[in-house]
Each structure stands twice: as C-alpha cells, then as structure tokens.
C-alpha cells in the first residue's frame, strides 16, 4: 500500500501555483479573442479545473457548488459564505494561489451583485445561469481537455492508486455470496484511504452482467462471475477502469467474447494519431467489430471517447471529434454481451501512455495495429 500513497511533491502548493499560472494566461488568452472581459465558474468540474484541484461543494448532488470564482482579465476572485470561506481558505489555500476571496451572509445569495460590482455582466460569461450573463457551459471545455504537466502526474497517481485498490479488493475481499451492493461499497472503501471518490459504481453478478451494460447496483448475489466499472475522482480529474473476475473456470463463450474485446480496444486505441481527427478512432471501432462477427452490438452502447473532470468530455461520434491533441485523455470501452474492457490512456508525444492498467491482475498480450499491448485478465477466483 505504501507505494502508492501519493508524494507531496505531486500536489504540492508550488505545483499548483505553476498549474494555475498557465491556466489563467490561456483562459485570459480566451477572453480576449472572445472580446469579454471575464468568466464566471460554478460548476464543480470548471472550479476543480480553474483552481488546480480545489472543491467547491458539500453534497455533490447538485451540479453547482458552494462557490463561485470570477477570472478577469486583470483578477480572479471566489464569491462564497461564511460557511464555506474558511475551509476554502485553510484547505483549498485559495488565498495562496491568488484569489480575492469575498464571503457573505448565508442567509440570501450576492454572488451576482458582488460579480456585476466588479465587471459589465453585457463582457461576462458563465457555466451556469446568472442573471443577464450570458451562458456557455462549455466556454472552457477546450481549455479543460488539454492536461498540464502536474494534471497529468496527478492523473497517473489517480489511474494506478485506483486500478491497483479496485483490483486488490475485487481478489482478496469478494466472495460468492456477497450482494452487488456489498461490493461496491468495499470498493469504495478500498479507495478512500487514497483520497479518491467514487463517483460512478456500476456491478452486475452472472445474468444481470449480460443483460444491462449499466448494471446499477441491486441486492443480486454474485455466484459465479461479475463485472465492475468505476469511476473514481482524484482533485477534480475523473478516470474510468473495468474489471471482471469468475468464480471457477472461465466459460469458452465468455473468454472468446471478452478477448474480442481486447483487440477492438487496442485497434482503436491503435489509430489514434496526434493531429488526425479522433473519428478516424470511431470508424476504425466500428470496422473492428464487423470484421469480428459483431457488426450490431457497435450500436448498443457508447464506445467512449475524451476524459478529464467529465467521465467522458465528450463522446467520439459523428457528429462529436476534434483532432487529437497532445495532452488528451481517451477512454474507449467495447463491450459485448456480458464482457468489456476499459481502461484510460493520455497523449504524448511518444504516442500515449496508460493511465488505468491491470497492477494486481494477471496480464494478456494483444498483438494488434502493429504492437504488442498489454491487457488485464478475467481473473478466476
């Protein structure tokens, strides 16, 4: 376990105080080509994003949090209560990174008085409605989906703590018998230790892994295999992984259907090239599964696409891609009836590198769009 606890120096106040530095200057390079004079953030992702990890909620079912930052031209501010204000000052250290921190009564909102006392609300824009602002909640996705350096050590941190915990529960802890429910809650305790949240549980046991491919968690007991997705977050950045293990020896329909899998994966993966259009990706998966003997199931899930602080950015698909860009990550996931293989890779100039990846599983080989890859297992139990 102690590998894996993450180095101070990661996410230290210095490595976000050079993170915040380049997003301010490329967030006010936005503004001026847009002719505004400002943006208004509230939504946890952009907060998360435009303070190097920070959190602005409490419970994180409602989209907007519990404060607000205002990035000028020339400042940048947060609009809280009284509530919030300290914890955001001695935890968040936004006052550390820069921000004019301006807090009021709990009892009645002015965060858009406090904002249009500082700025023209006509030069403004925002992520949520405010007012006469004008709204765009994808102003800053460009921005948002091309990682700086310390995002992406922070994302690799984030991939193998929470690959290698999943896995290490998923062989060690569960045990026919248990409930869908059981397991996703050890899954989620497996990983709070290591500061990451778990925002997506999916668990589906023997009939229910065919039959859903968003199996939500029920009272269903597992007998003999089971299939877990996850999304966990880590400062803002959320990353996806899957796994499956099988209690017994592993049925020849199910290992035939899970190594198709694979190599649809790896040939996608394989055709992503840093300034092509991420659609030749799409096409190619889509080529993958006929030339497999599966040319309708392309159409019975979401094949994946870019990741950052969205479990998906966006959904590569006809009328969704961009060009591939260094400093992207993408998480495609072919699934079949009862099978899927999942994991996060980030773009760089070499080429990619994984960011969730088999730790504790056994490993397979796919030799597929001129490489050898390596791929976790269905473990047996």
Same mark, same amino acid.
């Given at each position: 376990?102690?590998?894996?606890?993450?180095?101070?120096?990661?996410?230290?106040?210095?490595?976000?105080?050079?993170?915040?530095?380049?997003?301010?200057?490329?967030?006010?390079?936005?503004?001026?080509?847009?002719?505004?004079?400002?943006?208004?953030?509230?939504?946890? $992702?952009?907060?998360?994003?435009?303070?190097?990890?920070?959190?602005?909620?409490?419970?994180?079912?409602?989209?907007?949090?519990?404060?607000?930052?205002?990035?000028?031209?020339?400042?940048?501010?947060?609009?809280?209560?009284?509530?919030?204000?300290?914890?955001?000052?001695?935890?968040?250290?936004?006052?550390?990174?820069?921000?004019?921190?301006?807090?009021?009564?709990?009892?009645?909102?002015?965060?858009?008085?406090?904002?249009?006392?500082?700025?023209?609300?006509?030069?403004?824009?925002?992520?949520?409605?405010?007012?006469?602002?004008?709204?765009?909640?994808?102003?800053?996705?460009?921005?948002?989906?091309?990682?700086?350096?310390?995002?992406?050590?922070?994302?690799?941190?984030?991939?193998?703590?929470?690959?290698?915990?999943?896995?290490?529960?998923?062989?060690?802890?569960?045990?026919?018998?248990?409930?869908?429910?059981?397991?996703?809650?050890?899954?989620?305790?497996?990983?709070? $230790?290591?500061?990451?949240?778990?925002?997506?549980?999916?668990?589906?046991?023997?009939?229910?892994?065919?039959?859903?491919?968003?199996?939500?968690?029920?009272?269903?007991?597992?007998?003999?295999?089971?299939?877990?997705?996850?999304?966990?977050?880590?400062?803002?950045?959320?990353?996806?992984?899957?796994?499956?293990?099988?209690?017994? $020896?592993?049925?020849?329909?199910?290992?035939?259907?899970?190594?198709?899998?694979?190599?649809?994966?790896?040939?996608?993966?394989?055709?992503?090239?840093?300034?092509?259009?991420?659609?030749?990706?799409?096409?190619?998966?889509?080529?993958?599964?006929?030339?497999?003997?599966?040319?309708?199931?392309?159409?019975?899930?979401?094949?994946?696409?870019?990741?950052?602080?969205?479990?998906?950015?966006?959904?590569?698909?006809?009328?969704?891609?961009?060009?591939?860009?260094?400093?992207?990550?993408?998480?495609?996931?072919?699934?079949?009836?009862?099978?899927?293989?999942?994991?996060?890779?980030?773009?760089?100039?070499?080429?990619?590198?994984?960011?969730?990846?088999?730790?504790?599983?056994?490993?397979?080989?796919?030799?597929?769009?001129?490489?050898?890859?390596?791929?976790?297992?269905?473990?047996?139990?």
């Amino acid at each position: 376990m102690r590998d894996f606890i993450l180095p101070d120096a990661v996410f230290s106040l210095a490595e976000r105080k050079r993170e915040l530095a380049q997003k301010l200057a490329s967030l006010r390079r936005l503004l001026e080509q847009e002719g505004l004079d400002g943006v208004v953030l509230a939504r946890h $992702p952009n907060f998360s994003w435009v303070t190097a990890g920070g959190k602005n909620f409490v419970a994180n079912c409602f989209d907007v949090g519990a404060a607000t930052v205002l990035v000028t031209r020339d400042g940048q501010y947060v609009f809280t209560t009284v509530i919030e204000a300290p914890r955001l000052i001695d935890e968040e250290l936004l006052e550390q990174l820069g921000f004019q921190l301006l807090a009021h009564g709990w009892e009645l909102d002015e965060t858009l008085s406090k904002i249009t006392a500082i700025a023209d609300p006509k030069k403004l824009v925002s992520d949520v409605p405010m007012g006469d602002i004008r709204v765009d909640a994808n102003f800053i996705q460009p921005l948002r989906i091309l990682l700086t350096e310390e995002e992406i050590r922070r994302y690799h941190y984030l991939g193998t703590t929470m690959s290698y915990a999943m896995e290490q529960y998923m062989l060690t802890e569960v045990k026919p018998g248990m409930s869908e429910f059981e397991i996703v809650g050890g899954v989620s305790k497996a990983l709070w $230790p290591f500061e990451i949240e778990q925002v997506m549980h999916l668990a589906a046991v023997d009939g229910r892994r065919a039959r859903y491919n968003h199996a939500l968690p029920t009272g269903a007991k597992l007998e003999k295999n089971l299939m877990m997705s996850i999304n966990g977050r880590y400062k803002g950045l959320i990353t996806t992984v899957s796994r499956m293990i099988h209690v017994g $020896p592993i049925a020849s329909d199910i290992a035939e259907r899970y190594d198709t899998c694979l190599r649809i994966e790896c040939e996608t993966l394989g055709a992503l090239r840093i300034g092509a259009d991420d659609f030749g990706a799409y096409q190619t998966m889509r080529k993958a599964y006929e030339a497999a003997g599966y040319p309708d199931d392309f159409d019975k899930h979401n094949q994946g696409g870019c990741q950052g602080y969205f479990p998906r950015e966006y959904q590569v698909t006809p009328h969704r891609h961009q060009a591939t860009q260094v400093g992207q990550v993408y998480c495609f996931n072919p699934v079949l009836d009862g099978v899927k293989s999942e994991d996060a890779v980030v773009v760089s100039q070499q080429g990619f590198d994984f960011i969730t990846h088999p730790v504790l599983f056994d490993k397979v080989t796919v030799e597929a769009a001129g490489r050898v890859w390596e791929r976790p297992a269905i473990m047996e139990i």
